[in-house]
């Protein structure tokens, strides 16, 4: 038996228990089907997964007062104890990492090679957050000529978190790790496309300690479980990590209850490669940027900017490389790229291949669904584009990439800007006084110079423009999920202003 059967053979293992229970919420440490069920299928070959929990908005109210009711104990719990437990989370994690990780494949179509380091980062986000735990409530001392003044920061309450089908394991312990460190209980509800790995993290997570109702999981649809969720007056913030115009609409529904709101949206995100880089660095980071994770990434590099007198010989290398790209099923060790989501993604990347010829630009790779089941595509480089065209504005969230040539640095800098979005942005130079000039007018909320994304738990992570608000990583997501409080002491008897005397 190949290493790709036997894979494939412990997925189906992996899956035999949510297959025959179905993908169940869970709210106060009970199971619940909700008000119905819908199917989840592999984006593979079209096969029936499992049958998941369908939440309606009594199921998420359900939900959201567990969450209440468990709320005072789990924020009244010392640092110390919410970092043993979350420790013990990240134990279980890496237990079972591999089931994570095969689950995921079918789930997702994300290739394995990528899927088994994502479910070890979920187990880094635990500890990282863990480890802050016993000190995110700690403040400042900020004393006046009459008064000792004091902050400290306290649990928000309740939150909902909203995770999307594009890594959603690691992802879902990203934005849920941090608010269990801060104090806060959750409600979370992942994407439709992709549940498995959400019920199991859920199961985990009870299983290593943490109390009934401080995590609550419910499935289904935006329109009635997530705007539910948007709308309940117990949820005090909305974590969201999707499209842009999803999280407009989640803007909307929660400005009514004045909920805090916290977006990881879409990008269009420059690599920008001038004649002075490192160019076989440079094509290596451009080509996993957008080629990895079958391009369904925010951070993902999906417009090359080269300086036009590299431009040919760059190009020529480049698409080398991604005619070479293996796609294939996602549990071959061999595969790097692996099926979209689901069929309605796959005619969406498809629609851009039209697109791009219609606007003038060059098919120079790719450009065409793979025949057979499953929802697979040619990595596709388009060349010859211009910025102002469709397949350079819009995000086509697949392993697309269009080439644009540039001048100058002012030309890659306008060039660079000239979109929507402003998530992240890369640079290739080995001048440091020009990469200081370019980072400092690029519009974008993380920059690397000379590297690919390169995440370091510490540091913020967010975008600006309609990428948008609000940053995760270290002390910043403690500011999302906590209230600052303020108090003030006498030191002495100051003269109070006497009325009515």
Known sequence: MSERDSNIAKAQAYLKPLAAKGVLNRIGGQDSQGAGWFDSASPID??????????????????????????????????????????????????????????????????????????????????????LAPSARDGKNLPSPTLMNVTTRLPIGPVGVITPWNTPFMLSTWKIAPALAAGCTVVHKPAELSPLTARLLCEIAEGAGLPPGVWNLVNGFGEDAGRALTEHPDIKAIAFVGESRTG??????????????????????????????????????????????????????????????????????????????????????????????????????????????????????????????GCYVQPTLFTGATNDMRIAQEEIFGPVLTVIPFHNEADAISKANGVEYGLTAYVWTNDLSRALRVNSQLEAGMMWVNSENVRHLPTPFGGVKASGMGRDGGDWSFEFYMEQKHIGFALGDHKIPRLGA
């Not at 003038?360 to 790779?365: D, E, M, N, S």
């Open 46 to 131: 079209g096969t029936h997964l499992a049958k998941v929990a369908r939440s309606d908005a009594d199921e998420v109210d359900r939900a959201a007062k567990a969450a209440k009711a468990a709320f005072p104990a789990w924020r009244d719990m010392g640092g110390k104890e919410r970092k043993a437990i979350m420790h013990a989370i990240a134990d279980a994690i890496v237990a079972r990492a591999e089931e994570i990780a095969f689950l995921e494949c079918l789930d997702t179509g994300q290739a394995l090679r990528f899927m088994s380091k994502a479910a070890l980062r979920g187990a880094e986000n635990f500890r990282y957050f863990a480890d």
């Open 248 to 373: 407009s609409m989640i803007m909307r529904q929660g400005s009514e209850t004045l909920k805090r709101v916290h977006f990881e949206l879409g990008g269009k995100n420059p690599c920008i490669v001038f004649d002075d880089a490192d160019l076989d660095r440079a094509l290596d980071a451009a080509i996993f940027m957008i080629y990895s994770l079958n391009g369904e990434r925010c951070t993902s590099s999906s417009r090359l900017l080269v300086q036009s007198n590299i431009h040919d010989a760059f190009v020529e290398k480049l698409a080398a490389r991604v005619a070479n790209l293996k796609v294939g099923h996602p549990l071959d060790p061999a595969t790097e790229i692996g099926p979209l989501i689901a069929p309605e993604h796959l005619a969406k990347v498809c629609s851009y291949f039209d697109i791009a010829k219609a606007d003038g630009a060059r098919v120079h790779v790719g450009g065409q669904a793979i025949d057979g089941p």
